[in-house]
Every structure is written in structure tokens, then in C-alpha cells.
């Protein structure tokens, strides 16, 4: 049989909506013409892009596999002249994470997820078989084989067998890889690993946007059978990536390869086999375009609270946010990353001074509104705090102030911000970073108040290079530099700063990366160079406040381990 010498691959990193089953499928549909437009013989879509990753506990519900079925059936009518790969949810005895390969107007086949993944932010167990099968493909001679997500991370998975057992030249994995910052750099050196090890080309098309906590970066990959990068798709947003496969060099390839006689020699193995009609169209002269440029860690970061922030906001429906402007950083970070994500038009600051708010936190906060263009609010809360005094005056007989005057102020910022949203249907942001959230240096129904934390999983050490960051991409200060360089505080009692309560960050936060993130041990800890003491009050901050968290509202996943969906302890806990 004759071998095809070029296939051309479209991969089609677009941004779906969990549970718009008809929304998806219309964007996937549109896609196929993008694909068709430029001349592709395959197309490919993430995994579960019709019905949105992750869809959770709709899964449980029969008519929503049903109505993403019936869907399917739509996108597979319009493959015409086409091939084109979509993930869904297919149904059998049980339900199962699926590709679908459909060519001109008819399903060939399906494959199903081997490896599901059972940790940290992934519940794939609780929802789906496995597969079995690991079935290659065959067009004009060409042999391609197709994989999800995890399925690609084991060496010695349906990737091996499929280029082993099935000769495949092209192995398709379609992914929803969810982003942490660094990833990036071992999923390539991964899938570079794969295509070297098996002699394949190795295309990876990932998922974009953001679901609730989850952001997905897009950045689909297509590595060469020596491992080189042929193509990249943009970082955050959607693309089109289009790549001519030179098939024949990986047999060149392969004939100088001895691995491969002694690894067949000792594989029984048959995959399945299910032809493909060849392509009907002579390929246009395609120039493959320049690589996009990579982002700097800040700016990929800054980039996901972006995309992850936009989502939420226009995915619920809302179409303004509303948040608390204090004249310092978090708050000045938050706005900012607002602006770029919905326009200054659609961004309202809110001033709520009281007796111990500095006139220069005022004066920062209206500089920081102007620099930014967005609407501004002052609501002071003076009157409002010394009601609360007053009321609460023979409940609290015998009682010296403490914490607890501070926190009523916190409390009723938060409700005056709850009262615009109920009133306009504004979303409030709520402004609080991972190291406060950590230690609990955070008022429940106070500065917690909210329907979105931006910055839940940002420290603040990170915090400030992101400000930073801020204002070196606008190329003037959107974040005054005042507000940058002043000691951080609370300002709720005279000459209040966050380190009367806290280490300084630049300690706090490795601590905290250490025993939130990292799970190390005290000992470990301190074994790090940090006073024994100091540690045992920060963990001690950190377990003891579990139940603030488990009450905070939802925010951008940028660690590889954020409270919420991947660090899940109990609240009633004495280990330790």
C-alpha cells in the first residue's frame, strides 16, 4: 500500500461552556469550516469539548448524556469531505470519556479513555469506565493513533501500543490539561519525551478558558518523531493550528531505529484497525506561520487570573463587578486584572473610608480609579460602624475592645459591597491572596464577601511581581507606584500593619508553600532554616482556619495545589 507523504492536521484549541450542550456543538461545527477553509484532512477538539471539561454532576443526569449524544449525531452529518475527532461522552453499559471519529457524514469509530485520573482537581473515577481497546486509524496509508489527556502520560500506555502494535506514524491526543504556572515546561519536555521514545509525531491538542476555579491554557503542541516542536498554539486564547505531517520521514526514521525489531519481537498485541476514505482534496500551498511567542511566568500568571476571571464573570451571566478599593496592592492587582479582563466600562471601585482610613489611601485609591477608568463609589462607613457600637453596647458590657471592632468594620464593607451587587447585579470580586486566606488574616463575611476571589491562589510575594507586571506591559504606572511601595495594612485600628500579626511575606510565603503546597512536615520545615516557633504558630494559623475556607468564595487556580479542589482537609482535625 501506497503511504501518504503529507497530512495535514488541524488542531482546534477552542473555549466551550461546561453544560451548553447545543453552544458547543454549533462552535465545534463552526471550527470544521475553519479547518475545512484551510485545507485540512483532519480536524481535532478537545477532550469532552461538546459537552464542556469539567461537566462534575451532570454526568449523573441521563439527559444530559442524551442530549450530548444527539448533538454528536449533528457534528458527525456535517464531516463531510472531513475527518474530524471530537470528545464526548459516549454511552454503552456505562458512560465513558470518548473520541469520536467521524469522516464524511458517518462515525467510523470511538475510542475510550484508558487512564482516568483520580487526584488532585480530576474525579474521573467517581463518573466513568475505562476503556479497553486502543484502535489505530488508516488513511492513504497513513496510520494515526488517538488518546485523551492522561492517557498520554504513561510510557508504556496506548501511545507505545498503538505505535508499536498499530504502526502508528501520528498518535492525536486531545487533552483538557488544566494550567498551573510551570506545567507548561514539563507536559512539553513529556510529550517531546513520547514522540522521541515511540519514533511518532506527536500532536496535542489542548482545551482553552476558564471553568469556575480551572483555567485551561490552550498552548496545543505538535512534536516532530525526534522530538522537535513543529507547531504551538497561542497561550489563553483560542487558535487554529495547522500543521503539514510529513509521514514518510517517520519511516525514514524508523528504519534506523533497531528498538523498534527488538520491542515487536516481544509484543503479541494486535490493535484494531478501522480505514478512513483518503483525502479528497489537493492541499493549497500552506506557509506554516511563526511560532507565538512564549510568556514569562508573570505574564502567563497574570494572563490565566485574565482568562479565568473574564469566564467567570461572562459564563454566569454578570456583566459589571463591583469591589472594594483600600488603597492597597491586592485590591489595586485585583482592579487591574478586572480592566483587562471585562473593560474599564464594566469595572466599579468602591471607597469605604472610616476613622482610621489615611488620607493617602483615599488619595491612592481615586488615582488608581482615574489611571484605570473605571467608575468610582465613596460609602463611608463611619455612621454605620458607630451604629453597630451602640447596639451592641449592652451585649458587649464588661467587654474591652479587640478584634472583634476591627472586624465589624470589614463586615460592613462587605455588606455595603453585597448590597450594590443585589441592587445592579454586579458581581463582587473579593480581593484577598493566598498567604491572608492561609493564615486566616481575613474576615469571614468581611473582606471574604464575594462571588469571586481573583487572587485565592496568588501569594502575595507573587502579588507584587504581578503588580509590577502590571504596570511594565501598560508601560506607565495603572498601579501607582505608592501603592506598590507602602507597608501593607488592614487599616482598621491607628497605625495597624500586617506584619503586627503576620512574619513578613517573604518568610510567610515559604513557609506556607512549604506545608500548603508542598505537605512537608514541621521538622522539614524547619529544617529549611526557619525558627521552630515561627512555624509552629503559621501551621497552627493555617490548620485552625480550614472553616474560613471551606466558606470562601471560588477563585483562579494558578498553584499547583489550591485550597478548594486540590487541598482538601477536614475541619474538625486534631492531627498534628
Known sequence: MKHASQLRLALAQINVVVGDVEGNAQKI???????????ADIVTFPELALTGYPPEDLLLKPQFIDANLAALDKIVSRTRDMT????????????????????????????????LPNYGVFDEFRYFQAGRGCPVLRMNGATIGVSICEDIWYPDGP?????????????????????????RYWRERMLATRAADNTVIVAYNNLVGGQDELVFDGDSLV???????????????????????????????RLHDPRRRQQKATQ???????????????????????QPELLSEDAEIYQALVLGTRDYVVKNGFKKVVLGLSGGIDSALTACIAVDALGSQNVVGVLMPSEFSSRGSLADSEQLGKNLGIELLTIPIQDVLQAFKTALKAGFKGAKPDVTEENLQARIRGTYLMALSNKFGWLV???????????????????????????KDVMKTTVFHLAEHCNRIAGRERIPRVIIDKPPSA???????????LPPYEVLDLILKAYVEEDRSLSEIVDMGFDEQLVRRVIRMVDTNEYKRRQAAPGVKITPRAFGRDRRMPITNRFG
Open 84 to 115: 474530524a475527532i471530537i470528545g464526548f461522552v459516549d454511552r454503552k453499559d456505562d458512560i465513558f470519556n470518548a473520541a469520536a471519529i467521524a469522516q464524511n457524514g458517518k462515525l467510523v469509530t470511538t475510542y475510550h479513555k484508558i487512564y
Open 268 to 290: 503479541t498485541t494486535a490493535a484494531d484497525v478501522f480505514p478512513l476514505a483518503s483525502p479528497a482534496r489537493r492541499h493549497s500551498t500552506f506557509a506554516m506561520p511563526p
Open 29 to 39: 461545527i463552526e471550527w470544521m469550516e475553519r479547518a475545512r477553509d484551510a485545507d
Open 491 to 501: 487599616e482598621l485600628r491607628p497605625n495597624q500593619l500586617d506584619t503586627d500579626f
Open 429 to 455: 470580586l473579593s480581593t484577598g491572596n493566598k498567604s491572608e486566606v492561609s493564615s486566616g488574616y481575613c474576615t469571614l463575611y468581611g473582606d471574604m464577601a464575594g462571588g469571586f476571589a481573583v487572587l
Open 159 to 183: 501511545v507505545f501500543l498503538q505505535a508499536l502494535s498499530g504502526g502508528a506514524e501520528v498518535i492525536i491526543n486531545i487533552s483538557s490539561s488544566p494550567y498551573h504556572a510551570g506545567k
Open 223 to 253: 512534536f516532530d518523531e525526534n522530538g522537535d516542536l513543529l507547531a504551538r498554539g497561542k497561550q489563553f486564547q483560542e487558535d487554529l493550528v495547522v500543521v503539514d505531517l510529513d509521514i514518510e520521514s517517520v519511516f525514514r526514521t
